[in-house]
């Protein structure tokens, strides 16, 4: 054998080992850097309410990466389902969300990069609360009688602790009977033809898929006087 040909040799072997040893160097698993919720590190979040999960990913070899979420209830709007997987570069925001039913939910995550057998994993705890609202309304007040008079009655202050939305229900009680405008917002409206103590009673409830509580129940009571400061 030629020395020309044991030198060519070498530099082949050579440039087999360096460029196999570089090969195997460059292929490196990916990095999860950062996993953040919109509702912050510890979420609590009502029946049916819904958490925006955002991934941000590093992978030193650009590779597409794919990942995979379980959730131990609810569903992720992407697939319907309890079970997410999709595809994506360095970040990717999916939302998931609460069942109706109150517990503590572990949302599991998978990355990898289809390369290295090495997955990323990492995941979120979340709780899904269920406490009744509390029904509240104004104060009770007197009001003079005129000819356009139209009395709002307010229970904007009526709240939900886990934040779902409340169904609003007023009753009458007493005083001549009135027509309740808009009776199932917080702020209905009826017009007061004579006077007198009219009385309404309110109650809320936070009903998701025809699931939850309703509230206590509060009364207000607004006085109609005549013209000349007299009730009824």
């Known amino acids: 054998m030629s020395r020309s040909t044991q030198v060519l040799g070498l530099i082949f072997l050579f440039a087999l080992w360096f460029g196999g040893c570089s090969l195997l160097d460059r292929q490196q698993s ?3 850097l950062d996993l953040r919720t919109d509702r912050g590190s510890e979420p609590s979040v009502g029946r049916g309410q819904e958490v925006r999960i955002t991934i941000v990913t590093d992978d030193p070899d650009s590779d597409e990466l794919d990942f995979r979420w379980i959730a131990t209830g609810g569903e992720f709007t992407s697939s319907r389902q309890d079970t997410l997987i999709d595809l994506f570069q360095d970040s990717v925001t999916v939302v998931w969300k609460a069942p109706i039913e109150a517990g503590v939910y572990e949302l599991f995550l998978e990355v990898g990069d289809g390369q290295s057998e090495q ?3 990492s995941g979120v705890r979340v709780a899904v609360t269920q406490v009744p609202p509390v029904a509240a309304v104004g104060p009770d007040r007197e009001v003079d009688l ?3 008079l139209r009395v709002i009655l307010d229970g904007t202050e009526s709240l ?6 409340l169904m609003y229900f007023w009753q009458q009680l007493a005083g001549p009977r009135v027509g309740l ?3 199932n917002s917080p702020s209905p409206e009826f017009e007061a033809l004579a ?3 009219y009385i309404f009673e309110l109650r809320v409830a936070d009903l998701v ?3 939850g509580d309703t509230s206590n129940v509060v009364v207000v009571k607004v006085r109609v006087t005549d013209r000349n400061g007299r009730g009824d």
């Open 30 to 32: 990916p990095k999860l």
């Open 119 to 121: 997955l990323v994993t």
């Open 146 to 148: 005129n000819d356009s």
């Open 160 to 165: 939900d602790p886990d934040q779902d939305a």
């Open 181 to 183: 405008q808009n009776s």
């Open 195 to 197: 006077p007198a103590d």
């Open 209 to 211: 898929d025809g699931v």
